[in-house]
């Protein structure tokens, strides 16, 4: 693993570096692999601080060693600081911070080679900003998008041009959680729900742990399909070629070789864009019989649209957002086989009902029979292929990004494609690593639909451990991450929009937010 | 005399009210404990084969790959 000091960040932010940027990247590719050839290499302090020059810069690094229950032993590189030429100004104050000094002074708190507690490892979480596996190292292009170089020196490996290669870089922390999620086995682990604000890269932790997955397709060719859902087509281009850089990167610094055609054939039938997915899965005769294109509402966007359209001006007492938001969270979204009457939404827990009773009955008489009768949406498919038990249960690893967007009912279909709903798990043990992962952010949904991470969860324990549990053995338990740094933000702007969040809280009386935490 | 049966009486009949709302039901609570020593009928389903079982594996960290 390379982690890079906030220092190292910074300072690559400058253009003189960004503009050198091959250079270092040429001696780091040194350090990570033949450190006798081209470059020298100097203990600053013992055992760990060193340093790494040629004759157009230097690097200061230290290495570690990772020996950590649940983490796997690995070394990491902590990239210092960088400089055109020696800085011995630079290099006492590293010298005094390894003593507790100066503005170093954390490095202290790591003060072995051989990092043996959690403690160790979150003081070095927390001063760095970035970090990256060293196969990145196998591909310069993939390299620079992570340095934010903005000139690529070639074209990454089968990029296609027009697209936008997500940022490959994780923040430590979800290093962390990616590594427990890849290695744990004695306690839950998967499925997980993972909630990140933006900024937080949680789409970034989902592309690398599904890599992992399709490489076991690939190398082991174990039956069952593999899917990744999105919600825009553009999201699934980028998560695509990432997912796919990843792999080729991965395997070239190993030195091995991937079948390509394979590879792109995996990938091509594993990523969807959602209402895409539902779709295909519907005979075309039924297609155009029972969903025609014309009346199709992709988006709360043409919803708004369709609203004026099916409300009486006179009676328009609630916005559309309203409207759209009973509709796809209750009356069509709660229930996979029956739609929610308003006798049925008064008989929810309190805590699952978030519109007042009026509202509901004023949408269910003024806008669903007319929306009802005029259009359809993801919905109404995934409805009718629940009734018509037509969920194909042959899904083995199952990924959707962007879970904020998806109702209940639409979860319910989701656990009905996995294969394992088709076997009795109870030989299995304790904790199954069930391969469903779900990242999400509720502040950034498309669709209002309320969306509540405990909901979520509740309604999917109930229903997956009905199915796949049915005795309650503890077969399957679910795991929740929180990605709580904000890595890509000065601490004044997290704690302007941590005032925020206390303000909706109080405001709107809820209780979902995350406040996150500042890195200084 | 009157007044206290009276009161008595509204006494009681509260009582059964909020027996009524908050006492389990004596068939509800005969089905759940049923239920508890209900022995579980055996799956119909096949056990999981090893091929699939695969899949709910740590990865191994002993190599460095993706």
Do not use: L, R, W
């Given at each position: 693993m390379i982690f890079e000091s906030r220092t190292r960040v910074k300072r690559f932010e400058e253009e003189k570096y960004k503009e050198l940027a091959y250079r270092y990247y040429d001696i780091l590719n040194k350090i990570v692999g033949q450190p006798s050839t081209g470059i020298e290499i100097e203990q600053l302090e013992k055992p760990m601080l060193s340093i790494a020059k040629d004759s157009h810069g230097v690097i200061y690094y230290c290495r570690f060693l990772v020996d950590v229950t649940e983490h796997p032993s690995e070394e990491i590189i902590l990239l210092l600081d960088a400089r055109d030429k020696r800085d011995h100004r630079l290099e006492n104050e590293l010298r005094n911070g390894i003593k507790g000094k100066g503005k170093f002074s954390w490095l202290s708190k790591v003060n072995s080679e051989i990092i043996t507690e959690n403690a160790q490892l979150d003081d070095l979480s927390r001063q760095s900003g970035r970090a990256y596996f060293a196969y990145i190292l196998a591909d310069e292009y993939l390299w620079r998008l992570i340095e934010g170089v903005k000139k690529p020196m070639r074209k990454a490996i089968g990029q296609s041009e027009g697209v936008d290669i997500v940022n490959p870089a994780l923040s430590v922390e979800e290093i962390l959680i990616l590594n427990k999620t890849k290695y744990a086995s004695d306690r839950v682990v998967l499925p997980l729900f993972d909630n990140g604000r933006a900024g937080s890269g949680k789409s970034t932790m989902l592309y690398h742990l599904f890599a992992e997955y399709v490489m076991r397709r690939l190398k082991s060719k174990l039956p069952g399909r593999l899917l990744f859902l999105t919600y825009t087509k553009r999201l699934l281009e980028e998560s695509k070629k990432t997912v796919e850089n990843l792999l080729k990167v991965g395997t070239e610094f190993i030195g091995e070789s991937l079948n390509d055609n394979e590879l792109i054939g995996i990938l091509n039938e594993a990523f969807w864009v959602f209402p895409e997915f539902l779709m295909h899965l519907i005979p075309q005769e039924e297609r155009f019989r029972k969903f025609p294109a014309e009346k199709f509402i992709t988006n709360f966007g043409d919803f708004s649209r369709a609203y004026d359209k099916i409300t009486p001006k006179t009676a328009k007492l609630y916005s559309p957002d309203m409207a759209w938001h009973v509709i796809r969270t209750y009356i069509k979204g709660y229930n996979p086989t029956n739609e929610l009457t308003p006798d049925d939404y008064r008989e929810l827990p309190k805590k699952e009902r978030n519109v007042p009773i009026e509202m509901y009955n004023w949408v269910w008489e003024n806008v669903w029979p007319r929306y009802k009768e005029n259009y359809w949406d993801t919905q109404d498919i995934v409805r009718y292929l629940i009734v018509k038990d037509a969920?194909?249960?042959?899904?083995?690893v199952i990924f959707c990004d962007e879970a904020q967007d998806f109702t209940r009912v639409e979860l319910h279909f989701l656990w009905r494609l996995l294969i394992y709903r088709e076997y009795d798990l109870r030989k299995q043990g304790k904790n199954l690593r069930i391969p469903l992962v779900f990242a999400g952010d509720p502040f950034q949904t498309i669709n209002p639909t309320g969306f509540r991470w405990e909901a979520l969860e509740s309604g999917f324990y109930t229903e997956i451990s009905e199915a796949l549990d049915p005795e309650g053995l503890g077969l399957v338990e679910f795991r929740h991450e929180d990605l709580s740094f904000n890595y890509r933000s000065t601490a004044p702007i997290v704690r302007f929009g941590n005032l925020l969040q206390m303000w909706r809280k109080w405001f709107f009386k809820v209780s979902d937010q995350i406040l996150q935490k500042p890195l200084a | 005399m009157v007044k206290s049966i009276a009161s008595l009486l509204k006494l009681t009949n509260q009582r059964e009210k909020l027996s009524a709302k908050y006492m389990p039901n004596e068939n509800d609570l005969k089905n759940t404990i049923k239920k508890l020593y209900k022995t579980p009928e055996l799956s119909k389903k096949p056990f999981l084969p090893e091929s699939l079982s695969n899949w709910l594996l740590p990865f191994d960290f002993s190599k460095k790959k993706p």
């Open positions: 969920v194909p249960p042959e899904y083995s | -």
